[in-house]
């Protein structure tokens, strides 16, 4: 194995020999035990290889009384892999905390730290993973937990689930020269993805793009990306009004965390600027009174923002193991009353009593789970005219969503549920990430 301080290469030839092992969970935690008889190069190799191509956003290691427990997420759920003897945890614990710049001796205080895996890509290349690194002293000893940012995580606006008609507002309103668009939802609800794939759509050599987050998740090409640092004065705000003076066309903003961020912010994108950034709250309609919350005057936020989105994960079924039923009476009633005021441009399937909608079942290819991959269900809504005028009497959020509704919003839910007439998810994941 090749080691470059702080990157870690996985050759061609141990894929090889070995891809054979990284299928499924079941298979992987075969590997991994295999490898514990070796040393903590190869372990090394064997858990963030079979990690990466299994697919997972996050690799837990949790320390235990009698060693620890490693857990990977894929598509969103955490799953048991295997656990590890107090001695392989240590081992495997000091290569990566090594590997990451934190400090060896360093037990009873969190670290954050980061590397990089290199591995072959398919287009006989390689590609570099980022590996962030966060250590957190624990009652049995350090647990650690390794996010993974694969680039391939990285995708169009084309690829991100939009039916139709909200892809082509979504379109329209990344080519706009001035304005706001807010992504809101809640921690790994794929806020992040939708920005870049903003970015991916927008960027050319004609226009000046620079970004400011925390951290820098991915790199793209033709892009100043910036990275906040308190420790050196430089925050969201800071950063922000320093980004202005570059003469962008078009900045990002990571989050939208206190006042003075959204006052910039949204003076940058009265002044010229096509803005994009991300807000907590729980719909679309909820980011207006979110910044009057934080202090924000009504008379800045309606001219302001273009347009808010809200978004959740739900998991995709399986396409190799799907198999379908008739739709059952009392989901076919819940469905047809919640679909029943869709505007008429939205291309819904039809649904009748024999309506056939999509059942997990389970294979190899899943990990046994039914699902595979994760797709986004959206709700968007634009402030036109009238919106604006409605938003500076400073309504509630309900308020703003009826009349969002009666212009044509489509709500989270109601895209949702039109995924599982599609087949593409079920009922059960709906309801989980939207009530």
Same mark, same amino acid.
């Given at each position: 194995?090749?080691?470059?301080?702080?990157?870690?290469?996985?050759?061609?030839?141990?894929?090889?020999?070995?891809?054979?092992?990284?299928?499924?969970?079941?298979?992987?935690?075969?590997?991994?035990?295999?490898?514990?008889?070796?040393?903590?190069?190869?372990?090394?190799?064997?858990?963030?290889?079979? &990690?990466?191509?299994?697919?997972?956003?996050?690799? @837990?290691?949790?320390?235990?009384?009698?060693?620890?427990?490693?857990?990977?997420?894929?598509?969103?759920?955490?799953?048991?892999?295997?656990?590890?003897?107090?001695?392989?945890?240590?081992? !495997?614990?000091?290569?990566?905390?090594?590997?990451?710049?934190?400090?060896?001796?360093?037990?009873?205080?969190?670290?954050?730290?980061?590397?990089?895996?290199?591995?072959?890509?398919?287009?006989? /290349?390689?590609?570099?993973?980022? $590996?962030?690194?966060?250590?957190?002293?624990?009652?049995?000893?350090?647990?650690?937990?390794?996010?993974?940012?694969?680039?391939?995580?990285?995708?169009?606006?084309?690829?991100?689930?939009?039916?139709?008609?909200?892809?082509?507002?979504?379109?329209?309103?990344?080519?706009?020269?001035?304005?706001?668009?807010?992504?809101?939802? #809640?921690?790994?609800?794929?806020?992040?993805?939708?920005?870049?794939? !903003?970015?991916?759509?927008?960027?050319?050599?004609?226009?000046?793009?620079?970004?400011?987050?925390?951290?820098?998740?991915?790199?793209?090409?033709?892009?100043?990306?910036?990275?906040?640092? #308190?420790?050196?004065?430089?925050? !969201?705000?800071?950063?922000?009004?320093?980004?202005?003076?570059? /003469?962008?066309?078009?900045?990002?903003?990571?989050?939208?965390?206190?006042?003075?961020?959204?006052?910039?912010?949204?003076?940058?994108?009265?002044?010229? @600027?096509?803005?994009?950034?991300?807000? @907590?709250?729980? /719909?679309?309609?909820?980011?207006?009174?979110?910044?009057?919350?934080?202090?924000?005057?009504?008379?800045?936020?309606?001219?302001?923002?273009?347009?808010? $989105?809200?978004?959740?994960?739900?998991?995709?079924?399986? #396409?190799?193991?799907?198999?379908?039923?008739?739709?059952?009476?009392?989901?076919?009633?819940? $469905?047809?009353?919640?679909?029943?005021?869709?505007?008429?441009?939205?291309?819904?399937?039809?649904?009748?009593?024999?309506?056939?909608?999509?059942?997990?079942?389970?294979?190899?290819?899943?990990? !046994?789970?039914?699902?595979?991959?994760?797709?986004?269900?959206?709700?968007?809504?634009?402030?036109?005219?009238?919106?604006?005028?409605?938003?500076?009497?400073?309504? #509630? &959020?309900?308020?703003?969503?009826?009349?969002?509704?009666?212009?044509?919003?489509?709500?989270?839910?109601? /895209?949702?549920?039109?995924?599982?007439?599609?087949?593409?998810?079920?009922?059960?994941?709906?309801?989980?990430?939207?009530?």
């Amino acid at each position: 194995m090749e080691q470059i301080t702080d990157k870690i290469k996985i050759e061609e030839e141990f894929l090889k020999n070995r891809i054979r092992d990284y299928k499924n969970i079941p298979n992987f935690k075969v590997a991994i035990e295999s490898a514990m008889g070796g040393d903590t190069t190869l372990l090394t190799k064997t858990v963030m290889a079979g &990690s990466i191509l299994l697919g997972s956003s996050d690799l @837990h290691l949790e320390a235990t009384e009698i060693g620890s427990l490693l857990r990977i997420r894929v598509d969103g759920l955490l799953q048991q892999v295997c656990n590890f003897g107090k001695s392989q945890h240590k081992a !495997f614990l000091g290569r990566i905390k090594l590997l990451a710049g934190l400090k060896l001796n360093v037990e009873k205080k969190p670290q954050d730290g980061r590397f990089t895996v290199i591995m072959p890509s398919d287009e006989n /290349d390689e590609q570099e993973i980022e $590996i962030r690194v966060s250590t957190l002293p624990s009652e049995y000893g350090e647990s650690i937990v390794m996010r993974i940012l694969n680039p391939k995580s990285l995708i169009s606006l084309e690829d991100l689930g939009l039916r139709k008609d909200l892809y082509e507002i979504f379109n329209e309103q990344a080519q706009k020269p001035n304005g706001m668009i807010l992504v809101t939802g #809640p921690t790994g609800s794929g806020k992040t993805t939708t920005l870049y794939a !903003f970015l991916k759509k927008i960027r050319n050599p004609e226009i000046k793009i620079i970004t400011i987050e925390d951290p820098i998740e991915y790199r793209l090409e033709g892009i100043t990306q910036t990275q906040v640092d #308190p420790t050196k004065g430089y925050d !969201f705000a800071s950063g922000l009004r320093s980004i202005v003076r570059q /003469d962008p066309d078009a900045i990002l903003v990571g989050e939208i965390r206190d006042l003075e961020t959204a006052s910039i912010a949204l003076q940058a994108a009265l002044t010229g @600027h096509l803005v994009l950034s991300t807000l @907590h709250t729980n /719909d679309s309609t909820g980011a207006i009174p979110r910044l009057q919350a934080l202090g924000e005057q009504p008379a800045n936020i309606a001219p302001a923002i273009n347009m808010v $989105i809200a978004q959740r994960l739900v998991r995709k079924l399986c #396409p190799k193991c799907m198999t379908t039923k008739t739709i059952p009476l009392e989901m076919y009633n819940l $469905i047809q009353a919640e679909l029943s005021n869709l505007p008429k441009n939205i291309d819904a399937p039809g649904l009748t009593p024999e309506t056939q909608i999509g059942i997990p079942k389970g294979c190899e290819f899943c990990n !046994f789970t039914g699902y595979k991959g994760r797709i986004g269900i959206f709700e968007a809504f634009l402030i036109d005219d009238e919106m604006e005028e409605f938003i500076l009497t400073s309504p #509630p &959020s309900f308020a703003i969503k009826d009349l969002a509704i009666k212009k044509g919003l489509v709500t989270m839910k109601q /895209d949702g549920l039109i995924k599982i007439l599609q087949r593409i998810t079920t009922l059960e994941e709906v309801i989980k990430v939207t009530g």
